[in-house]
């Protein structure tokens, strides 16, 4: 399984998938309809590396993490 | 050296203990910046939320390469709420000569605030509100849509 979390202002619940690559991630939060606006704006990183492509693949355990933008200081 | 506290920043005890750290490592420069809350917008303060997994990641990342020109680089934030007039935000960079740290503070704050995973929040009327529109994208979003 894999542990997909939604960071800061994101307000969903963090998932647990059988998914094996970030593109099986993408179809399903695309249909998420709350997921719709933050897909486009936030970064992904995958056990705590952000990534830059979605041809990624993904293993047992991992944790996927959504950053929205950001805004510290 | 990344310092997060769960309360409004103390300026003075935080700059005193950086200098203490640092008065004889032999820096010829030590320049602070002290990020305060300002009152706009009717806010009452603001709020933070903070990843510190990745925010470590790129912190050391920057001390890597601050590291590669003698200098050092410190940061505190906080996290939850920091009312008006309080700090939320200090980094200083120490080097041994001045035109490094001018430079890399500049830097490195600029950086900070499009990369550093820190969600900020405006206190109003009761409300915790996402600044969105303060907000910037971290390079490379959007693989997912």
């Known amino acids: 399984m894999v542990r997909v979390e939604f960071l800061g202002p994101i307000q969903k619940k963090p998932l647990e998938l059988d998914i094996n690559n970030l593109n099986e991630l993408a179809k399903i939060l695309q249909d998420d309809g709350e997921m719709q606006e933050w897909l486009k704006n936030s970064a992904v990183a995958v056990n705590d590396t952000l990534v830059s492509s979605r041809d990624f693949a993904l293993n047992d355990g991992d944790r996927v993490a959504l950053l929205p933008p950001v805004c510290g200081g | ?145």
Do not use: C
């Open chain 2, 1 to 145: 050296m990344l310092y997060i506290y769960d309360r409004p920043l103390d300026v003075p005890t935080i700059l005193g203990d950086w200098y203490a750290q640092e008065a004889t490592s032999n820096y010829g420069a030590y320049i602070p910046f002290v990020g305060t809350v300002r009152s706009e917008d009717n806010i009452d303060g603001l709020s933070f939320d903070i990843y510190e997994p990745i925010l470590e990641k790129w912190f050391n990342d920057w001390q890597d390469k601050a590291k590669a020109k003698g200098a050092v680089i410190k940061m505190a934030h906080s996290r939850g709420d920091v009312m008006l007039h309080e700090s939320s935000y200090i980094a200083a960079v120490f080097s041994p000569k001045r035109r490094v740290a001018l430079e890399f503070i500049d830097e490195f704050v600029e950086d900070f605030k499009a990369s550093a995973p820190i969600w900020k929040y405006d206190l109003r009327d009761g409300k915790r509100i996402y600044a969105k529109d303060r907000s910037t994208a971290i390079k490379g979003s959007g693989i997912l849509s």
